[in-house]
């Protein structure tokens, strides 16, 4: 089975191909406003790059936000598209969500930053207790004084392969069912 994973989340484009759950072959690129213009590109080189011609790709698994509001949006919007016209199963997993698979801490609070403030999951035991939420910067150190035990997890690495575990044995849904993750207003509409 070949699995595309696609995070645009952050100023990032991240582009993996999965051979049966192995990662075979992955692109991240710098793309600081620019990943309409270095998405496709990319999935391109790493499907060349692995002898993979598009309609063999079974599976797609795509980072659905928060973050970048333009980078999110794009990232799914190619997921969609791709899984619709392959007929390819797609699984989505949230920044929050594939951030926090990277370590082991039990009890952490998992981040993505902005200008501005924070995107913040909490985990207890590993699991996500708390709806994926914004804060500004003085309301989220607020926030890290009710859990002075916790750790707060600011990482950008993703580990494509421990993504695809953590999702294996979940259905794909509808591509016309998958949505970004906003979670915060936008700014010219508040």
């Not at 594939?98 to 913040?120: E, M, P």
């Not at 804060?135 to 695809?164: C, G, R, T």
Request: glycine fraction near 4%; charge should be neutral; aromatic fraction near 8%.
């Amino acid at each position: 089975m070949n699995t595309l994973f696609i995070s645009t989340f952050n100023e990032s484009v991240i582009v993996g191909l999965l051979k049966d759950g192995k990662l075979n072959l992955n692109k991240e690129i710098s793309s600081s406003n620019n990943h309409s213009t270095n998405l496709v590109p990319t999935i391109q080189k790493v499907l060349e790059e692995s002898n993979i011609k598009i309609k063999e790709i079974n599976e797609i698994i795509v980072v659905n936000g928060p973050g970048s509001f333009t980078g999110v949006r794009i990232g799914v919007t190619v997921a969609k598209t791709l899984a619709y016209t392959l007929k390819a199963k797609i699984k989505t997993i949230t920044s929050i969500e594939a951030l926090s698979l990277n370590d082991v801490i039990s009890n952490k609070i998992v981040i993505v930053s902005d200008r501005k403030g924070k995107y913040y999951g909490i985990f207890e035991n590993n699991k996500l207790i708390n709806d994926i939420a914004y804060l500004n910067n003085d309301e989220f150190e607020e926030l890290l004084k009710k859990y002075p035990n916790y750790i707060v997890i600011l990482n950008e690495h993703i580990d494509i392969e421990k993504i695809y575990d953590y999702l294996k044995d979940k259905e794909g849904i509808n591509p016309h069912n998958v949505n970004p993750v906003y979670i915060k207003k936008i700014e010219a509409l508040s």
